[in-house]
């Protein structure tokens, strides 16, 4: 049993390494987002958001892309893209209403 957690400290993706303490750094992203989901989707930035989608998108092709494969880097930003994407989806749904009742009132 010790022998195993000695062989996953050491690993080349193990705590020792910024291998770990990337993905770990970057779950802060994951929990923005998620705490951005009770905000009113008029104080999200969509410009930001979109841009973090993309971020997020880049990097899990690059967690794949490196050796070793880093999944936990993958795991995140694959979280953090589809939380990213559903406040995509917020803002432009919101966008969409505000249209339309601009609309409705210019048309009484």
């Known amino acids: 049993m010790t022998d195993k957690i000695i062989a996953l400290i050491n690993s080349p993706v193990g705590p020792k390494t910024c291998h770990f303490w990337g993905p ?3 779950w802060g992203f994951v929990l923005a987002g998620i705490l951005d989901s ?3 989707p008029e104080k ?3 410009r930001m958001t979109t841009v973090l989608m993309f971020y ?3 990097f899990m092709r690059f967690a794949l892309r490196v050796q070793p494969k ?3 880097l993958f795991s995140c930003h694959l979280c953090n893209a ?3 994407a559903y406040l995509l989806t917020r803002v432009f749904r919101a966008e969409q209403e ?6 409705a009132a210019g048309n009484q």
Not at 98 to 103: E, G, L, S
Request: hydrophobic share 35%.
């Open 24 to 26: 770990v750094a970057n």
């Open 98 to 103: 505000r249209k339309a009742k601009a609309a």
């Open 44 to 46: 999200i930035s969509g």
């Open 56 to 58: 997020s998108c880049l």
């Open 82 to 84: 589809s939380c990213q």
């Open 38 to 40: 009770n905000k009113p």
């Open 70 to 72: 880093n999944y936990l």
